[in-house]
């Protein structure tokens, strides 16, 4: 990994560290101010609770002055029916009096209304002077933390800030404005490739991109996102590869619907990987340069089975390899077949022509030994 490429990932780490310093204090008050609103509504709560009180307290005032009032007229009544001369006249103060006394039972019955909600609304008052005291507390500390955590902050804040001051003098000029254009729109200037593939936008590299980035020998960037690459070897996964064995090799099935050929007189080509699927009635044809692993040309396709589609392409020089991935799989590499999948076939074309060659001399001795048999 190049010197680079180290400082560019503890640049990145720095950035990150600052953002969330920078959200943490800039989140601080908000938090402080969501209590306050939360204080500010336990206080309206209290507010109007004592208001209710204050107003059972007025209208008790109010009955108490009516029944005061009411009962002033109903002296005044009786002391008029003593003077009275007529049945009819006795009978009009009689009535007045009775009415009188109704209103007074009438609001004796509302003041003890009142009287029984006092107890209820005295609870109410308490409960929110005791809310409001916790509360008033409880925001208290919340703004001591937020200072004391501010201040811790605000100081690992300059830490940080002096650190990556340092490392940007540490990075090339041309370098760092890619880094650092690219954190400002994706957030992350630099992404590891991991199983042939770009962690920060998830796209997969093409073969040669990928082993020019596992090198290390120059910055490579990502042709999607722009991201800086870079390779660990600690987190490479194990890939499946064909394990060819040192005296045999394993034959491919010829009636097998997906088959692999090598050709080395492919026109003006030279070598290539001629890759036939069977699909229904169809049968479909792709080549790739087999040292690059770049397609050549169009995906072909004819119907009928590849053998009867596509005769011209099987020659007597082509040499038939071992390999199978599905169609979804091989769509997926688009223009340029994986790196793992081009050693693989490779290597199975070195072992096919080791094998051809041992077969070659096998046949050559027993010829010579036919024409030359030994004397008995």
């Known amino acids: 990994m190049v010197s680079d490429i180290e400082k560019l990932l503890h640049l990145q780490q720095a950035d990150r560290e600052i953002r969330r310093l920078n959200d943490e204090v800039a989140a601080l008050p908000k938090r402080v101010l969501a209590i306050e609103q939360k204080l500010a509504g336990t206080q309206a709560i209290l507010e ?45 103060l009689l009535g007045e009096i009775q009415f009188a006394e109704q209103e007074i039972r009438a609001n004796e019955d509302k003041i003890l209304e009142l009287m029984v909600n006092a107890e209820s609304r005295e609870k109410e008052v308490k409960a929110a002077e005791a809310e409001l005291k916790q509360e008033t507390a409880e925001i208290e500390k919340e703004k001591a933390d937020a200072r004391q955590r501010t201040a811790e902050d605000e100081k690992q804040l300059a830490e940080w ?29 630099i992404a590891e490739v991991r199983d042939h593939k770009c962690m920060g936008c998830q796209v ?26 870079y390779f660990d070897p600690a987190n490479e996964k194990e890939e499946e590869r064909v394990v060819t064995p040192a005296r045999r090799r394993a034959r491919p099935k010829s009636d097998a619907p997906q088959a692999w050929y090598f050709r080395g007189d492919f026109g003006q080509h030279g070598e290539v990987l001629i890759g036939f699927i069977n699909e229904g009635s169809m ?14 040309g169009d995906i072909l396709m004819r119907e009928g089975n590849y053998r009867l589609a596509f005769p011209e392409d099987l020659t007597e020089s ?22 793992d999948v081009l050693d693989a076939l490779n290597a199975d074309l070195r072992a096919a022509q080791h094998d ?21």
């Open 283 to 296: 049968a479909s044809r792709r080549v790739y340069d087999s040292h690059t692993g770049r397609m050549v």
């Open 204 to 229: 997969m590299l093409r073969p040669q991109t990928y082993n020019e980035v596992r090198s290390g020998k120059e910055v490579v960037s990502c042709d999607s996102c722009q991201r800086i690459l």
């Open 161 to 189: 800030n002096a650190k990556r001051d340092q490392l940007r003098q540490g990075i090339a000029p041309d370098l760092l404005r890619q880094f650092e254009r690219v954190s400002h729109f994706r957030g992350s200037g």
């Open 318 to 339: 082509s040499i038939r390899l071992n390999g199978h991935w599905d169609l979804e799989t091989i769509e997926e590499w688009g223009s340029e077949m994986p790196s």
């Open 48 to 92: 109007k609770a004592k208001a209710s009180v204050k107003a059972d307290e007025a209208a008790r005032r109010k009955y108490e002055a009516a029944i005061q009032e009411l009962q002033t007229k109903i002296s005044k009544y009786r002391d008029q029916s003593l003077d009275v001369k007529t049945n009819e006249q006795y009978k009009a």
């Open 356 to 376: 051809l060659r041992a077969t070659h001399k096998s046949n050559a001795a027993s010829a010579v030994a036919s024409e030359h048999p030994a004397a008995s």
